[in-house]
């Protein structure tokens, strides 16, 4: 697996929707992490609903912008394998783009995320 060059780690970390998918997947034991799961914590993290209720049409977006946009540019820069049809998530991570994310993720949910 090759390491990505900064404009990939950087073009990753540009969208806040790729990073929240990449701060739960870190939390992840084993890495491997069903896709309706990672759904309702990004939709969650979206509408401040942690353990409350988020707008089913919200849900909805969001699942479809993971599934057609972040999650493939995410597989394409070998962070994760998207198996579609078991809808399951393996994250592999990248030393280079989890320490960028692990600087955002303090800044951006301090509440949340913890190592």
């Known amino acids: 697996m ?3 060059t900064l404009d990939v780690v950087f073009e990753i970390l540009s969208h806040r929707r790729r990073r929240l998918v990449l701060y739960h997947l870190a939390q992840v034991p084993g890495g491997v992490e069903q896709f309706d799961a990672l759904v309702d914590q990004v939709a969650a993290w ?15 977006r969001v699942a479809t912008d993971l599934h057609h946009v972040h999650l493939p540019k995410l597989a394409d820069a070998n962070v994760l394998d998207y198996d579609d049809r078991s809808e399951t998530i393996r994250y ?9 994310a692990e600087h955002a993720a303090v800044s951006e949910l301090p509440d949340c995320y913890r190592e």
Not at 92 to 100: F, K, R
């Open 2 to 4: 090759t390491t990505p």
């Open 92 to 100: 592999w991570g990248q030393p280079t783009v989890e320490e960028y």
């Open 46 to 60: 979206e509408t401040d609903a942690n353990g409350g209720d988020v707008p089913e049409n919200h849900r909805s």
